[in-house]
């Protein structure tokens, strides 16, 4: 009987003992893995800092904010459009016809300057026919 019970004090020693390097073990690969963990956050940090990404990442909430904006006015303007008067729309086509003369008058203006101008010297000056013939007679 006493060697059973000698047996079994040994079993419990080593066992014991194997518990103590298991925890240590676990204990050692748990803050492991914990380092790595933390080095991985900090060269995550590190590559988004140089590749920029948090100015991309501002940038598009930028460009996001700015697009619900002129979503927003624009939805405005649909309502606004649909609440005008038909006689106002009535207005738009005499107002085209007056700028379309004004616009005509103005590129028969810069029409007739071009039929002015003859000739673009080397040095950049613009000489009208008159000019030349002169030029040309001397």
């Keep these: 009987m006493n060697g059973i019970i000698n047996y079994m004090a040994e079993i419990t020693q080593n066992f014991s003992y194997n518990a103590n390097l298991w ?21 995550r940090k590190v590559g988004l800092w140089y590749w920029k990404v948090d100015v ?22 649909i309502t606004l459009v649909d609440e005008v008067d038909i006689s106002q729309v009535a207005e738009v086509p005499k ?35 008159a000019e030349l013939e002169e030029l040309i007679k001397n």
């Design 23 to 43: 925890i240590m073990l676990f204990t050692a690969i748990a803050c492991g893995i914990l380092v790595m963990f933390l080095v991985l956050l900090i060269f």
């Design 95 to 129: 107002l085209a016809d007056e700028n379309n003369a004004t616009l005509a008058n103005e590129q028969s203006a810069v029409d007739t300057k071009a039929e002015e101008v003859s000739c673009l010297s080397k040095s950049g000056r613009l000489y009208t026919k």
């Design 56 to 77: 991309q990442v501002n940038a598009l909430k930028g460009i996001d904010e700015k697009l619900e904006a002129l979503e927003t006015e624009i939805k405005e303007k």
